[in-house]
């Protein structure tokens, strides 16, 4: 029986300047920040909403991450039923596991891991029940995810056999190679290529939606960002722009046809 389709839910950014960073997003993304209090003795943390929904948080980075000098950088969670068999099948399938599976009070069961070329994202088996699934073009939530790897076809593979993640067809993109795209289950799909040169290690890179991308990408400037790529429009109309934040998180902004 076909394995249910195990998507990214829930995105972090840890960074080294959480209030920097919260006026940073919520200018360009437009989304509103809620303190989480919920989990006692637990660092400070602020939940990106959209409307009354949380998408995303805010974190400083741990101190044992900056020291072994892990940049500022958004991490994604893919949802699990069950966060310690994912870990021991993700192990068994050569991935590595950062952090073993823990508690989060008041949130669910956690565990920090990569696949087996080095990309680095996390399980979530949340205490609630799941929110509902939204459009995913809905604006101020996450439209694609891409990962930039060291073997596109070894990576999907892995994806697909432990997270029942679907083939949705690849493109030739001449000297870049090969853009390998893939759904996650309802409204959540993304792609994988092998990274370029300027790209030290595997990463996944998050799209968030936004209205116009021409305004959204000079709110990045005028408020400490930078662009890195585009805009430029992408295979189905979309216009994206990849960018960087004033603390050097990368991630990137997707808009509807210009």
């Known amino acids: 029986m076909p394995k249910s389709p195990m998507p990214f839910f829930w995105y972090e950014l840890m ?38 929904r949380g998408v995303g948080g805010l974190m400083t980075m741990p101190e044992d991450a900056a020291k072994m000098g892990m940049p500022p950088a958004w991490l994604g969670y893919i949802h699990t039923k069950d966060v310690d068999a994912a870990t021991a099948s993700l192990e068994k399938a050569g991935g590595a596991v950062h952090r073993k599976p823990d508690n989060i009070p ?12 080095g990309a680095t994202f996390m399980f979530l088996q949340p205490n609630g029940p799941d929110q509902p699934i939204v459009p995913a073009s809905t604006p101020g939530h996450i439209g694609w995810h891409e990962l930039y790897t060291s073997d596109w076809k070894a990576a999907f593979d892995f994806y697909s056999d432990q997270f029942g993640w679907a083939n949705a067809g690849d493109f030739d993109m001449g000297p870049m190679g090969t853009y390998q795209t893939f759904t996650a289950g309802p409204e959540s799909g993304g792609g994988i290529m092998n990274k370029p040169q300027q790209i030290p290690v595997p990463v996944w890179q998050f799209y968030f939606n936004v209205a116009a991308i021409d305004a959204a990408a000079k709110r990045v400037t005028d408020n400490g960002g930078k662009i890195l790529m585009g805009p430029m429009e992408v295979p189905g109309g979309s216009w994206i722009v990849q960018c960087q934040d004033p603390q050097g998180a990368h991630f990137a902004l997707m808009a509807p046809v210009r």
Request: no cysteine.
């Open 15 to 52: 960074t080294t300047d959480l209030d920097a960073a919260e006026a940073f997003y919520t200018k360009v993304v437009g989304w509103t920040a809620q303190p989480f209090d919920k989990a006692p003795g637990m660092p400070r943390y602020i939940v990106m909403n959209v409307g009354e």
């Open 106 to 117: 008041g949130v669910g069961r956690f565990a920090v891991v990569a696949d087996p070329q």
